[in-house]
C-alpha cells in the first residue's frame, strides 16, 4: 500500500477533525456531513480534498479506500454499512451503533466483500496502557485476578441538552460514550464476560439519559472488572488499576485534561512489603490515533483482522444494553 491510498471522512466534528490529523501516509480525499460548512472548512485544510454534505456521495469515491465513520451514534452504522456495500474497508467510531442489532451482518458483508472493519477503539494504542498490555502479556503481574477502572468528566453549560443526552441520537448516556472503552479495555485484559451486573443512573444531569454506569463484569474463570463511568466527575479523569498475583499496573491520566499519561508497576517482593515501583510517564503529545490508523493501513496491507473489530464493539454493547435494561434505561433507539 502506497502514500496514494484515498480516505474520506464521515462527520467532521473534533473526532472527524482528529482522525484528519492522524492518516499517516494516506490521503484525505473526501469529506462529508450534513452541516455542509463544517465539511468545507475540514477540506479545506487538506489540499485537494472534496467536501460534501451527501456522506453516499463520499463513500461511493473510486479514489476512496478507507471509510472513517465519525458521525454521531444514530449513523455509525448505517454509514459503515454504505461503505462496506460501496467496497471500502471501513473504520468505525465507538460504539459503533446504539445498538449492538443495528450491527448484524456487518462483518458477513464485510467477509463477503474481501473489506476490513476496525471499530476506533483508539484507548488501546495510548503509550501506557500499550506498555501495560505487554507486561501483563510477559507474565509480569503472573495470573490476573481483577482490574478496578473509573473514567469520568464533568460535562459543561447545557451538557443535558446536547445530542448526548438524546437517547434517539445517542442510544443512552455515559454508559454509551465513555463506557464502551473501559468495557474494550477490560475485554482486552481479561477476555470474555460471561457475568453482567451493574446499574445506570442519572444523578445530577437533567435528561433522560445515564450520567453514572456502574460495572461488575466476571469472565467464566471469575476474575473481575469493577468499572465506573461518569459525568459527574467534575475533575476529568481516568484510572484504570490491574491486579495480578505478582504484582500490580496503575494507569492514570490520558493526557491534556485529564492529566499526564502516567504506569506505575507495583512488583511484589518475596518478602512482600512495600513493592519494587517503576514509573513511566508520557508527557508527550497523544499519539493514540496515529498509532491505530497505522496498524489498520498493516490490516489492510497483510489482509489481517484488526485487532479491534465489530465483535469486540457488539460485545460491548451487548453489555450496554443488559445495564439499561435492569436500570429502566432501555430507550428503544
Known sequence: M???????I???????RKRAQALGGARLVTCADIARERAEQLAAMHPGCKSTA???EAVRDPAVSIVIVATLHDTLAEVARGAIAAGKHVLVEKPAARRAAELAGLAEAAAAGGKLVRVGFNHRYHRALQKAHQLVTSGALGPLMFIRARYGHGGRSGYDREWRADPARSGG???????PHLIDLARWFLGDFAEIDGFAATY?????V???GFLLLKTAERKVAFLHASCTEWKNMFSFEIYGRDGKLDVNGLGGSYGTERLTYYKMLPEMGPPETTIWEYPMAD???????????QDIRLQRQPAAGLRDAIEALKIIEKIYKVSGHDHDA
Open 210 to 212: 445515564d450520567d453514572n
Open 2 to 8: 502506497s502514500g496514494e491510498v484515498g480516505v474520506a
Open 204 to 208: 445530577f444531569w437533567d435528561m433522560p
Open 10 to 16: 464521515i462527520g467532521c466534528g473534533a473526532i472527524g
Open 54 to 56: 451527501d456522506w453516499k
Open 287 to 297: 499519539n493514540s490515533w496515529e498509532t491505530e490508523f497505522g496498524e489498520f493501513l
Open 173 to 179: 448516556g455515559e454508559l454509551i460514550d465513555q463506557g
